[in-house]
Structure formats: structure tokens, C-alpha cells
């Protein structure tokens, strides 16, 4: 695969790209261009023979202490892969100028870490935020300006026609089980292509951004219904169960900041088709 000094690189990809069927590795930079909550992400450049094959991507690694393992990645691919799958179908149903489309990470392990130093004998490996036996995920860098339509806190920063209508979808398509939210990427002319979404269900398993229950009433606490999903189904609220509104932020939102009340909800929700009513 080649080596360079200065960058990070990953041994082929665990999956195949769903797009072209290829596995791919990737060379990245050292040093984060953005910083999340949970995760550092790095520029870096696909390779591979496939379609692919030197394109920018973005390599995406979780913060020390949070996770490293391939498994800690398994949400985030069925996240994204049940949001993908739920976008295609209200394509279909309720077509718009604008197509949403989600994009699926590749998973890859690392193969080595890039070195510090200018001289071979003085460097060592870059140990900062990646180390040679963690996994990272891999997405396409989505050229454009880059927005953040909704948060998993139920707080809304753009407004659109369909997006919020998508949210509202998911809820009735999966038969009350989900919303798909924290929606964020970029709007071109012909597509809304879409990264890292949450999923809040009421199993709770999408990994560390899915607040469960809480987190679907507290979208549709929220939630203004557009032309498009006017008229969908809204959720049965209980009003005997009451749950404090969870803090809208910009920022993804993690269960670790739920609380005993939140948790509670959760569990006394999950078997149920109804939604607690929401209190500020």
C-alpha cells in the first residue's frame, strides 16, 4: 500500500463500498481539520483500482477513551444504512427536486501511523489520536456548504420543505419504532447528501447518539410540520408520564448526558406505541 512519512494509512476496508463494491484503504493526514463530540476528523485520499481511486475522503476516529474497537463502528453503519434505506423509500413516496441521500461509512483498520520528526532516526510514530490497532470509519469529503438541518435534541437550524418531513416519515414508516435525525451535509441541485445521522428508537440501538423515546417525543415536541408531512400521523402522546425537554444544542447530543428520569422513560416506553409528554 505504500508508505509516506507524514500520514496516517488503514489496511483495506472491513465492507465494501455500496456504490461500487470495492474495498478501499486510505492515506490521511495527522492533524483533524474538525472536531466532534466524540469523534476527530481528517482529511485523506482513497485508494484501491476502484471508482474511487484517488478521490478526497474524510477519515473519521473516535476520541481516546470513547471507542477504537471495529464493534464500537456496527451502530454507526446500521444507522446510517437504515437512514439511507428509509430516505430511498420517501424518494419514492413523496419525490421532491432534492433526493436525500445518506452516505455509508467504510470501516478499516489502521496499518500504521504516520511519523513526527524530519529526521528517520529522530521520529517516532504520531500516537496523538489514532494507533496502529484501531478501526476508523471512511466517507466521501461532500463538497459544498456544509449545514446542520436538525439535531437529535430536537433543535432546528434550517429550514426546508422536506427534511423535516423525512424526520416526521421515519416515525410512521417504521410503525412508531424511530426517527431519524441529526441531520446534517450539504444541499446541491440535485441532492441532499446527508452524514452521520442519529437515530433515536426505542430500543436504543443505534449507539451513543440515540436517546431513545425520550429523544422521539422530544423531536415531535418540537417538530413543525411542513406542506409535505401536513398530513402524516402524529404521535399519541401519554400525558400520565411526563419527561423534562432534553437542552436543544447545535451539537450531537449522547446518552452519557440523559438523565435518571430520561432513562426511565426510556425503559418504560420501549414496549409501548405511545410517546410521554414532554414539560420545559
Known amino acids: 500500500m505504500g508508505t509516506s512519512a507524514s500520514n496516517h494509512e488503514t489496511i483495506k ?3 465494501e463500498c455500496k456504490c461500487c463494491g470495492r474495498q478501499y ?3 490521511f493526514e495527522r492533524e483533524y481539520f474538525e472536531k466532534g463530540g466524540c469523534r476527530y476528523a481528517f482529511r485523506g485520499t482513497y485508494y484501491g483500482g476502484g471508482k474511487h481511486d484517488g478521490e478526497q475522503c474524510v477519515s473519521k476516529v473516535f476520541i481516546d477513551k470513547v471507542a477504537k474497537l ?3 463502528w456496527v451502530p454507526d453503519i446500521a444507522a446510517a444504512e437504515k437512514a439511507n434505506e428509509l430516505a430511498m423509500r420517501f424518494n419514492r413516496a413523496h419525490p421532491t427536486n432534492r433526493p436525500i441521500k445518506f452516505v455509508i461509512p467504510l470501516i478499516a483498520k489502521m496499518d500504521f501511523c504516520g511519523q513526527t520528526g524530519g529526521f528517520l532516526w529522530f521520529s517516532e510514530e504520531d500516537k496523538r489520536y489514532v494507533k496502529s490497532d484501531e478501526y476508523v470509519a471512511i466517507e466521501p469529503f461532500i463538497y459544498g456548504h456544509y449545514q446542520k438541518f436538525n439535531s437529535n435534541s430536537g433543535a432546528v437550524f434550517a429550514l426546508t420543505e422536506s427534511l423535516p418531513a423525512f424526520s416526521h416519515f421515519t ?3 417504521s410503525d412508531r419504532e424511530l426517527v431519524v435525525c441529526d441531520l446534517q451535509g450539504v444541499r446541491n441541485d440535485d441532492h441532499y447528501y446527508l452524514t452521520d445521522p442519529a437515530i433515536c428508537s426505542r430500543d436504543q ?3 451513543p447518539t440515540d436517546l ?3 429523544g422521539i417525543a422530544n423531536f415531535f415536541a418540537r417538530h413543525h410540520c411542513t406542506a409535505i408531512c401536513k ?3 402524529r404521535p399519541e402522546v401519554d400525558s400520565r408520564s411526563r419527561v423534562r425537554a432534553l437542552q436543544p444544542k447545535k451539537g450531537s447530543s449522547y446518552t452519557f448526558e440523559l438523565t435518571r428520569q430520561h432513562d426511565q422513560i426510556n425503559r418504560e416506553f420501549r414496549a409501548r406505541k405511545t410517546l410521554p409528554a414532554i414539560t420545559e
Open 70 to 72: 471495529y464493534v464500537d
Open 212 to 214: 431513545g423515546t425520550a
Open 13 to 15: 476496508s472491513v465492507n
Open 231 to 233: 398530513s402524516f400521523p
Open 171 to 173: 416515525y410512521v414508516a
Open 25 to 27: 484503504w486510505v492515506r
Open 205 to 207: 440501538l443505534y449507539g
